[in-house]
């Protein structure tokens, strides 16, 4: 049985916030001209050529019918003829309840234990930091933020090219977010983020937050999120959104997120190799 652990209480709709911004933003990876997005009765799924995580996954799962073991069964054998590495979502609104037991008995594993938070960005006030965060607007900053993912979900040579291909096209006019680089005194690229804003009216999401290890406990990712909710509020947005690592649940606390449910990722490997 999936256990959610204690969070605060929400309301349904910020639960359904969190999950419906996760789909808008990863649903990308399914809808450009090397990705295919299928909408099929019970899962919405991405497919890509990219054989690393996180590119194939199954986004959500509302399987409504009896027959709910030849849906998964049938879903996993599509991407195991591909010969790719997927992951799948297990998310607080998923059916059924014991998707999780079902995935484990079809050779996924836990990989991820993540934690749905939102912050509410009426009352919220910016702290100011002395890491310099900048819009990525330029090809170079764009390559520079393609190196970091690299890095981050440690893609291999032979995925590196379609990877910067999927990023430069969901950049300038087709992006429906802001890309952010956060630059070390010496003007190297040291973190990223992403605020998304393909969710709901209203409601941005930060997503593909990292900061290298070597620049870590200098106040590099609070500064990017600082800065992407400096963003969100410009915008107009009510409320942000994310699903945090576990690692990283303390530094959104510290602006002010609040923990709202859980959603655990299985896949057929792990995330990262330090995992």
């Known amino acids: 049985m999936r256990d959610h652990g204690a969070v605060a ?6 639960i ?14 399914g809808t450009w001209p090397g990705g295919e997005l299928h909408d099929e ?32 069964e049938s879903t996993i054998a599509r991407y195991r003829a591909r010969g790719v590495a997927f992951m799948w979502l297990d998310h607080p609104t ?4 014991d998707l999780g037991r079902r995935l484990r008995a079809l ?11 939102s912050l509410e960005i009426e009352d919220w006030k910016p702290v100011p930091t002395g890491v310099r965060v900048v819009e990525v607007r330029s090809p170079e900053h764009l ?14 040579p032979e995925d590196q090219a379609t990877v910067r291909e999927l990023n430069r096209y969901w950049s300038g006019e087709r992006a429906r977010g802001h890309r952010y680089l956060a630059f070390s005194d010496d003007g190297m690229p040291i973190g990223k983020g992403y605020l998304s804003l393909a969710g709901p009216p209203g409601v941005a999401a930060i997503f593909g937050m990292s900061v290298l290890p070597e620049a870590r406990g200098r106040g590099v ?25 576990q690692a990283a649940v ?4 510290r602006a002010g997120f609040v923990e709202r449910c859980r959603l655990t990722v299985y896949a057929t490997s792990p995330l990262w190799s330090d995992k």
């Not at 390559?143 to 291999?156: F, G, K, S, T, V």
């Not at 303390?250 to 606390?253: A, D, E, S, V």
């Open 9 to 14: 209480r929400a309301p349904v709709d910020v």
């Open 16 to 29: 359904a916030m969190i999950e419906d911004a996760f789909v808008a933003q990863w649903s990308h990876f």
């Open 41 to 72: 009765p019970g899962v919405l799924w991405t497919e890509t050529s990219i054989k690393h995580l996180p590119y194939n996954a199954v986004l959500r799962t509302r399987i409504a019918s009896e027959d709910v073991d030849t849906v998964l």
């Open 94 to 97: 998923a059916s059924p309840k």
């Open 107 to 117: 050779g996924l594993e836990p990989v991820e234990a993540a934690t749905g938070m």
């Open 143 to 156: 390559a520079a933020y393609a190196d970091l993912i690299m890095r981050y979900w440690e893609i291999p």
């Open 221 to 245: 990712g609070g500064a990017i999120t600082t800065t992407m909710l400096s963003r969100a509020k410009e915008a107009g947005c009510e409320r942000v959104v994310l699903h945090s690592s």
């Open 250 to 253: 303390g530094l959104y606390r």
